[in-house]
């Protein structure tokens, strides 16, 4: 059974948490975006000490590797792959748009659904992908202006249910209406999607070159900061 430490700073909520098979041990939470960089490290050596688990226990390090924040993004790998480099330990890259999936797959048990979740990459763009119940991608994930034509038709052509969630779901349900569109309002602050994706990559020997391992950014710049002026 492989016990994995788990570190997504990818998006609004940071998560910090460790994973046995299907169960989770412990986790930590942190809804202060600009705060993610002071929260995990921390939160990594309490989790441990709560737990009177060792740093030498863990088997893999898993890190959400984007899309998301360019800066989320940078903590989070940093942090992964300093530890694994200190205690010669795998390091796991996931994609943040399918941990979000695997969390909300994991909430609603629609096995004929297709899940879609969005993240606000600014102005009328999301970054985005379409997975099945089995998490097999169905679209591959890219950035998409969500008032693009050929987008909304690829859309409308799926006669699955699709269902929406995420940052960016909200501004594409306030332009479009179709009746197997369904939109979720979920926290996504779980971190069930990414210990289940993290425990299967394990099982695969599915792990990154620490050397050359960097977030999947898929544009230049995204931050969710607000700008003031």
Known sequence: MALILSIDTATENAIVSLGKEEEIIAFKKNEEQKNHASFV??????????????????????????????????????????????????????????????????????????????????????????????????????????SDNNFIEMLSSYKNEIVFFGSGMPKWKATTHQKNFIFYHSALDSPNGINRLAQQHFMQKDFADLTYSEPYYFKDFYTTAKING
């Open 41 to 146: 490290q921390p939160a990594i050596l309490q989790i441990l000490k709560e737990n009177n688990i060792e740093f030498k226990q863990i088997d893999a390090i898993a890190v959400s590797a984007g899309p998301g924040s360019y800066t989320g993004l940078r903590v989070g790998l940093a942090s992964a792959k300093g530890l694994c480099f200190a205690l010669g330990t795998p390091l796991i890259l996931l994609n943040t748009l399918q941990v979000m999936s695997a969390q909300v797959v994991q909430e609603l048990h629609n096995s004929s659904a297709y899940y879609c979740p969005m993240i606000d990459a600014r102005r009328m763009e999301v970054f985005t992908a379409i997975y099945d119940y089995s998490l097999k991608e169905i679209l591959l994930p890219n950035p998409e202006n969500i």
